[in-house]
């Protein structure tokens, strides 16, 4: 028997489900196309039913084919739903999630219902068992997909079975057959078990919680055409940590890598995942992305795979992690439990790192080059989900005049939150927030943090998020600089002035000087000036990207020329 969990058969049958193939496929074209929501409800009281039903091994399969289509569907369209969500998920939202996952749960069920009753046969129909395992993976890395997506815990036992899962394949030879799976997004159609099992433990690799939103279900998508080139073998013998990873298989977990994992030997229950050449495919599709960008067009890896030019940064971060090599810790983590005060995007940090007022200077004060006249008031922040600043018009009714635009003084109100820490290093803290809250955050948002003991706000970028539970959500700020100042950035080409954040270099920790802008703005190889509430002002070029996600980029600077 199979190492996996199955429902149990009820006494009674026919529990709100139709068994007969023909009648379930009439039933399934009925289903209302304008509610994605009722069809995925209609779909699991089915499934539920069905799967408590008994049935002999090849009626289930063909009905279990019927379904897959419409619960695909479905599941795309509640995911759309999700795609712009808040963490940790409430309402709505929270709705949605959970009905994913207990649909593709009882769609996983069927399947290794299937793969359970075949494997009990004496002599068992080959292909329908391997189509039955392979649904069986697919269906539980959606589970796992959908999950990693929300920042959500894992279901448990999941990995557990696929693990298992694996292992009965692997033992009966049946990891290479393919079959018919037009769902996968393969060019060909065809899937296999190894296939299946390779695309989902190569997203575990690449720590899910870290990924900006939308970007796991990229990933996986992407991994169906690299993951050929990774290899799973029983031999965990000394060897260059790079690009490996150790698989347990009676572990309920995502592999870990190599150099993290402590006192393992080669037996039956570990697998060595090596993704050394993936990393290698990921690093020349990257090097075809740019050269095609440069060019203007998409010729090679882009078109087949379906890249453009926003996915340069989540190829770069996907061959990273994939190296699999641990960054050592700088410095040591300590238990902390304090409120402290947050704030997100670029416009907000440097509105309240100002003493939430407005610059004092002028830029004709600080610099008679520039015309102040031409000063515009800060740029709108681009691709920022969080900390959308709230029209200040939207609060209440003036009957005032308006006053003349103003160049210092951002014309919207933005928001700070509060949260508490959980522990904290020289380099980044563990935060908590606990609904009800209004702060709204992404992996990827450039942050402010303020010490309300010291009045101090350091900034940084979150690098991970994790749900705790349905109203607890743990994310992690990984600190820039230890100075950061506010500052104006102007663009005499275009006769405009937006807010910035200016990192100051640092010797010790061999950090440069750098500049922190609103995604969206091209500033490379431009002279700009940057303008401090001081009045000082200094001219600079933006030379390259150091990093950049959604909320933000941050451009390193030519240093200043040598007296």
């Not at 919207?412 to 009800?436: D, F, M, W």
């Not at 102007?490 to 937006?498: G, P, T, V, Y």
Request: proline letters at 6%; hydrophobic letters at 40%; a neutral charge.
């Amino acid at each position: 028997m199979l190492a996996v969990s199955v429902p149990k058969i009820r006494a009674k049958k026919h529990l709100a489900a139709e068994v007969r193939p023909r009648r379930v496929e009439h039933w399934l074209a009925s289903l209302p196309q304008a509610s994605a929501k009722d069809s995925a409800e209609r779909l699991l009281q089915a499934l539920f039913g069905q799967n408590r039903t008994a049935l002999d091994a090849e009626n289930r399969v063909s009905i279990m084919e019927l379904y897959r289509e419409p619960v695909n569907a479905a599941v795309d369209v509640l995911r759309q739903n999700l795609a712009s969500a808040s963490y940790p998920l409430s309402g709505r939202n929270r709705e949605f999630y959970t009905l994913i996952g207990k649909l593709l749960g009882e769609v996983a069920n069927g399947y290794k219902i299937v793969a359970n009753d075949l494997n009990l046969k004496s002599k068992p129909n080959k292909s329908e068992l391997v189509l039955a395992l392979q649904r069986s993976m697919h269906f539980l890395g959606q589970e796992l997909l959908n999950a990693y997506q929300n920042y959500s815990p894992l279901p448990a036992g999941v990995w557990c079975e696929l693990h298992q899962l694996y292992l009965f394949a692997e033992t009966h030879s049946l990891l290479n057959f393919p079959v018919a799976a037009p769902d996968s997004g393969s060019p060909d159609g065809l899937c296999t078990i190894s296939d299946s099992y390779q695309q989902i433990v190569l997203v575990g690799a690449c720590h899910p919680y870290g990924l900006m939103q939308g970007e796991c279900e990229k990933l996986y998508r992407l991994f169906l055409h690299w993951q050929s080139s990774a290899q799973i073998s029983a031999d965990l013998g000394k060897r260059d940590p790079t690009g490996k990873f150790v698989i347990g298989l009676s572990a309920d977990a995502a592999p870990v890598p190599l150099e993290k994992a402590q006192h393992v030997a080669t037996n039956d229950q570990f697998r060595l995942l090596n993704a050394l050449d993936v990393v290698r495919e990921v690093h020349s599709v990257l090097r075809n992305l740019k050269r095609d960008i440069a060019l203007g067009s998409l010729r090679n890896d882009g078109d087949k795979v379906g890249l453009d030019a926003s996915d340069v940064d989540l190829i770069r971060r996907a061959g990273r992690m994939l190296s699999g090599i641990k960054t050592k810790r700088r410095s040591s983590r300590k238990e902390k439990q304090e409120v402290v005060t947050i704030c997100c995007g670029v416009g907000a940090i440097h509105y309240f790192m100002n003493g939430e007022k407005r610059f004092e200077n002028s830029p004709a004060d600080a610099n008679d080059e520039i015309d102040a006249s031409a000063a515009a008031p800060p740029a709108a922040e681009r691709y920022v989900d969080l900390a959308v600043p709230i029209s200040a018009a939207s609060q209440e009714e003036s009957s005032e005049e308006p006053e003349p635009s103003d160049p210092w003084r951002a014309p919207v109100v933005y928001q700070s939150h509060t949260c508490r820490t959980k522990n904290e290093s020289a380099s980044g803290l563990c935060l908590q927030i606990v609904k009800p809250s209004s702060l709204q955050i992404h992996v990827g948002d450039v942050t402010s943090v303020k010490d309300n003991s010291r009045g101090t706000w350091r900034v940084g970028v979150v690098r991970w998020m994790r749900c705790l539970a349905e109203d607890v959500l743990d994310f992690g700020v990984e600190l820039l600089a230890p100075d950061v100042r506010p500052v104006l950035v102007h663009r005499a080409s275009k006769n405009e002035s937006l807010p910035g954040l200016l990192l100051s270099g640092n010797a010790v920790l061999k950090s440069p000087t750098s500049l922190i802008v609103s995604r969206g703005t091209e500033l490379l190889g431009e002279k700009i000036s940057v303008i401090e509430s001081v009045g000082t002002s200094q001219a600079v070029t933006p030379l390259r990207v150091l990093d950049r996600s959604g909320s933000f980029s941050q451009l390193l600077l030519a240093p200043p020329p040598r007296s």
